[in-house]
T-cell receptor, first 110, second 116 residues
Framework: SQQGEEDPQALSIQEGENATMNCSYK?????LQWYRQNSGRGLVHLIL???NEREKHSGRLRVTLDTSKKSSSLLITASRAADTASYFC??????????WGAGTKLIIKP | DAGVTQSPTHLIKTRGQQVTLRCSPK?????VSWYQQALGQGPQFIFQ???????QRGNFPDRFSGHQFPNYSSELNVNALLLGDSALYLC???????????????FGPGTRLTVL
């Protein structure tokens, strides 16, 4: 079964705009991770935020975590055509088992 | 430094057959996890191998089995294939001793299995 739910399911924006994706989860977590997947191939790790952290940055990426609401958001600033991909959140419990959401499909229009 | 590799890239099998998928972890990684990803869905955890033993298992039937070799490479075996087994099978490696610890998993490109 899926742990997380990403919202929206799909998002289409113009190049240069910011893209925000949200993830909600159900159980307590050790950390939450965001991954990118291009064209149904392998997943690329983007960023990890631990349960005691509230915000984290990596380049054009900003992730927030609200454990009281069991939710996270991924912000991609100044989007580029190469950012077109599916984005997944995954939560890790104390056994480091990753449980995934269904993903957000992001399309960047040139 | 080679990343995670998987073989084959694509595979077509018939219902009832058996299949073996292979994975070589990233150099220095000793833990291998397998995931099944149906079209349009997120990955589903199958199982994880560490020190040649299955350490964790997701909600998959016994038709799904695996093995880890002394060099940390791994195989995923699926018996009595069903149409519903058609999916992208992803292998990921990690290590508790790396800077990222076991938290971060590195994924291979996947094997696309089609069951007819």
């Amino acid at each position: 079964s899926q742990q997380g739910e990403e919202d929206p399911q799909a998002l289409s924006i113009q190049e240069g705009e910011n893209a925000t994706m949200n993830c909600s989860y159900k159980t307590s977590i050790n950390n939450l991770q965001w991954y990118r997947q291009n064209s149904g191939r392998g997943l690329v790790h983007l960023i990890l935020i631990r349960s005691n952290e509230r915000e984290k940055h990596s380049g054009r990426l900003r992730v927030t975590l609200d454990t009281s609401k069991k939710s996270s958001s991924l912000l991609i600033t100044a989007s580029r055509a190469a950012d077109t991909a599916s984005y997944f959140c995954a939560t890790a419990d104390s056994n480091y088992q990753l449980i995934w959401g269904a993903g957000t499909k992001l399309i960047i229009k040139p | 430094d080679a990343g995670v590799t998987q073989s084959p890239t694509h595979l077509i099998k018939t219902r009832g057959q058996q299949v073996t998928l292979r994975c070589s972890p990233k150099s220095g990684h000793d833990t291998v996890s397998w995931y099944q990803q149906a079209l349009g869905q997120g990955p589903q955890f199958i199982f994880q191998y560490y020190e040649e033993e299955e350490r964790q298992r997701g909600n998959f039937p016994d038709r799904f089995s695996g093995h880890q070799f002394p060099n940390y490479s791994s195989e995923l075996n699926v018996n009595a294939l069903l149409l519903g087994d058609s999916a992208l099978y992803l292998c990921a490696s990690s290590s508790p001793r790396g800077l990222a610890g076991r938290d971060t998993q590195y994924f291979g490109p996947g094997t696309r299995l089609t069951v007819l």
